[in-house]
T-cell receptor, first 110, second 115 residues
Framework: KNEVEQSPQNLTAQEGEFITINCSYS?????LHWLQQHPGGGIVSLFM???GKKKHGRLIATINIQEKHSSLHITASHPRDSAVYIC????????????FGQGTRLTINP | DSGVTQTPKHLITATGQRVTLRCSPR?????VYWYQQSLDQGLQFLIQ???????AKGNILERFSAQQFPDLHSELNLSSLELGDSALYFC??????????????FGPGTRLTVL
């Protein structure tokens, strides 16, 4: 079964802390996306990965294809980073669609 | 602002009714995706159109249908509405035909409440 699991489900941290959110998937994929959903509901695409590592500002995304695992890191976290972070994958097998994890709710306290 | 527009922003209707949600993609994007986000199911892919043709189908109910018009805007039609159809409906667009190589840009969503 094609599944995507995220951990933790909820994460609360203090401003300035280094944050890691994890995403694991069950079978081979052709692409993995990290999305950010703001408290107001809007969704922004942060990264799309098929291998290696990508960095944008304080955000870093990595993927290990062999271990079927991706991480999203936030350095020097800030209260404005508070949001739900969602991992989504395109499995090699099955329909051409994204399958979403359940999301990680991140709260950064000042 | 992603460049993707969705109307209406909010919609309140009764069970059994029919509604139409509208999406205009970013200029130059040929793909439109529709997603449903409910509290208990999370985000789920419904359907994708690429340059006017249906490209991929997900967990879309038979009561729901969609189309993409020649000007590339898309409409999602929901009929015989049930309480469980209450959700946020997102539209996204991308340049190319699939989620392998293209970043998707999300619209602000339409919040549907079925009473």
């Amino acid at each position: 079964k094609n599944e995507v699991e995220q951990s933790p489900q909820n994460l609360t941290a203090q401003e300035g802390e280094f944050i890691t959110i994890n995403c694991s998937y069950s079978v081979g994929i052709s692409a993995l996306h990290w999305l950010q959903q703001h408290p107001g509901g809007g969704i922004v695409s942060l990264f799309m990965l098929s291998s290696g590592k990508k960095k944008h500002g304080r955000l870093i995304a990595t993927i290990n294809i062999q271990e079927k695992h991706s991480s999203l890191h936030i350095t020097a976290s800030h209260p404005r980073d508070s949001a739900v972070y969602i991992c989504a994958v395109r499995f090699w097998q099955g329909a051409q669609k994204l399958v979403f994890g359940q999301g990680t709710r991140l709260t950064i306290n000042p | 602002d992603s460049g993707v527009t969705q109307t209406p922003k909010h919609l309140i209707t009764a069970t059994g009714q029919r509604v139409t949600l509208r999406c205009s993609p970013r200029s130059g994007d040929l793909s439109v995706y529709w997603y449903q986000q409910s509290l208990d199911q999370g985000l789920q892919f419904l359907i994708q159109y690429y340059n006017g043709e249906e490209r991929a189908k997900g967990n879309i109910l038979e009561r729901f249908s969609a189309q993409q018009f020649p000007d590339l805007h898309s409409e999602l039609n929901l009929s015989s509405l049930e309480l469980g159809d209450s959700a946020l409906y997102f539209c996204a667009s991308s340049v190319g035909p699939g989620p392998n190589t293209d970043t998707q840009y999300f619209g602000p969503g339409t919040r549907l409440t079925v009473l």
